[in-house]
């Protein structure tokens, strides 16, 4: 999905505002993001499609391993007194084009990363995604596009996009069925159902996992 922007100021590029009545954070802090992270997570397991690249813990890994040196990323936050109700984190790329930067903006995407959606409150995303767009405006005012990759197709996001009246361009592109195991029955009857050496690996692989601290 790709949000190509008109070329015009939003804002003067404040990190921090207010938008009818919700407090909005934007951070570029590791430190900062740590006071988010129980919030952010409980949002991401509330969120209709649930996945586990939504979670703080997830993202801020992307964070630490994965932007090159070139690029640099920003996180809004909003917060309706102090219960947080959206997330959006964003990777900015420095894009030139006729002598002018117009930095392209996208979720974090990698192939460990396959989809970083708007994490919005259950109910308020048709509030909460328009003004996460809003402020990443003001963030990059000249930005080129935006973009947000394999979101599944009950994602929220579709819903919100179509009826927003912002003056973009919005290009929305079919990215295939995904990658996935079908399983029947319960979790245990299918541990049982892999091979000796296989489950054998996989319970030497969470006791290591088990070894490590803070996980």
């Not at 959206?86 to 396959?114: A, C, D, E, W, Y």
């Not at 996460?132 to 197709?153: G, H």
Request: proline content about 5%; charged content about 25%.
């Amino acid at each position: 999905l790709d949000l190509f922007a008109k070329r015009e100021s939003l804002g003067d590029g404040d990190f921090g505002g207010r938008g009818k009545g919700l407090r909005i954070e934007v951070t570029d802090s590791f430190d900062k993001l740590r006071c988010h992270a129980d919030a952010w997570n409980n949002l991401a397991y509330e969120a209709p499609h649930c996945l586990p690249t939504l979670s703080h813990a997830w993202v801020v890994s992307f964070l630490e391993n994965h932007i090159d040196e070139n690029q640099s990323w920003r996180c809004i936050f909003i917060y309706d007194d102090n219960n947080l109700v959206g997330v959006l984190p964003l990777v900015i790329i420095p894009h030139h084009m006729l002598g002018f930067n117009q930095p392209r903006l996208k979720t974090p995407h990698n192939k460990h990363s396959f989809s970083v959606d708007f994490l919005s409150a259950r109910g308020r995303e048709r509030e909460v995604i328009p003004l996460l767009l809003e402020q990443m405006r003001r963030i990059q005012p000249s930005l080129y596009d935006f973009s947000l990759n394999r979101l599944p197709e009950d994602s929220p996001t579709f819903g919100v996009i179509e009826n927003w009246k912002s003056g973009t361009t919005i290009i929305r592109e079919f990215d295939g069925i995904g990658s996935f195991l079908e399983v029947g029955g319960t979790h245990e009857q299918y541990r049982k159902s892999l091979s000796h050496n296989f489950a054998r690996n996989l319970v030497k692989a969470r006791n290591k996992l088990a070894r490590l601290p803070d996980v």
